[in-house]
T-cell receptor, first 110, second 112 residues
Framework: EDQVTQSPEALRLQEGESSSLNCSYTVSGLRGLFWYRQDPGKGPEFLFTLYSAGEEKEKERLKATLTKKESFLHITAPKPEDSATYLCAVGKTSNYQLIWGAGTKLIIKP | NAGVTQTPKFQVLKTGQSMTLQCAQDMNHNSMYWYRQDPGMGLRLIYYSASEGTTDKGEVPNGYNVSRLNKREFSLRLESAAPSQTSVYFC???????????FGPGTRLLVL
């Protein structure tokens, strides 16, 4: 069964304390893996797309990496404004639908 | 550019009432989507429209209908609302069905 699992469910960090969020997936035929950020009461905001194992993308304090079974979102020296829920989704080659994880709620304390 | 807009922002319905959620995009995208988001669960696709004139069921279509009014607009209708449809509804659009999806701000629906 196709599945996307994000861990941890919630993560509290001090400002400046680097860490990683995990998105593990089991799908047959990966078309792409998408990372989004969602602030409370808002819609998801696109961050990155990764297409193949070994690919990496960076944006400010965020860096996304991809292996054949999982993706990591590394956050370096986070600031309070990085607090949000981070969602990952996987697209399959066999259809157009995305399979979404439940998200990781990240809280950065000043 | 406003991107993807949704109306209303918030709605309260009684069981059995009907309503239509509106979505519009100004990015000249071909594909549009309706999702629901419930606590502790990933986004679930209700319906999508790959291009103007076509609509297809997603993962959870029961109790909903959609209309792709034109290239810009995609509406979601609840004919007879049920408490199980209490959720946050998001509309999204993309250049094509395999491209990155961009989301609207959401409609929060409470069915009593």
């Amino acid at each position: 069964e196709d599945q996307v699992t994000q861990s941890p469910e919630a993560l509290r960090l001090q400002e400046g304390e680097s860490s990683s969020l995990n998105c593990s997936y089991t799908v047959s035929g990966l078309r792409g893996l998408f990372w989004y950020r969602q602030d409370p009461g808002k819609g998801p905001e696109f961050l990155f797309t990764l297409y193949s194992a070994g690919e990496e993308k960076e944006k400010e304090r965020l860096k996304a990496t991809l292996t054949k079974k999982e993706s990591f979102l590394h956050i370096t020296a986070p600031k309070p404004e990085d607090s949000a829920t981070y969602l990952c989704a996987v697209g399959k080659t066999s259809n157009y639908q995305l399979i979404w994880g439940a998200g990781t709620k990240l809280i950065i304390k000043p | 550019n406003a991107g993807v807009t949704q109306t209303p922002k918030f709605q309260v319905l009684k069981t059995g009432q009907s309503m239509t959620l509106q979505c519009a995009q100004d990015m000249n995208h071909n594909s549009m989507y309706w999702y629901r988001q419930d606590p502790g669960m990933g986004l679930r696709l209700i319906y999508y429209s790959a291009s103007e004139g076509t609509t297809d069921k997603g993962e959870v279509p029961n109790g909903y209908n959609v209309s792709r009014l034109n290239k810009r607009e995609f509406s979601l209708r609840l004919e007879s609302a049920a408490p199980s449809q209490t959720s946050v509804y998001f509309c999204a659009s993309s250049v094509g069905v395999t491209a990155t999806q961009y989301f609207g701000p959401g409609t929060r629906l409470l069915v009593l």
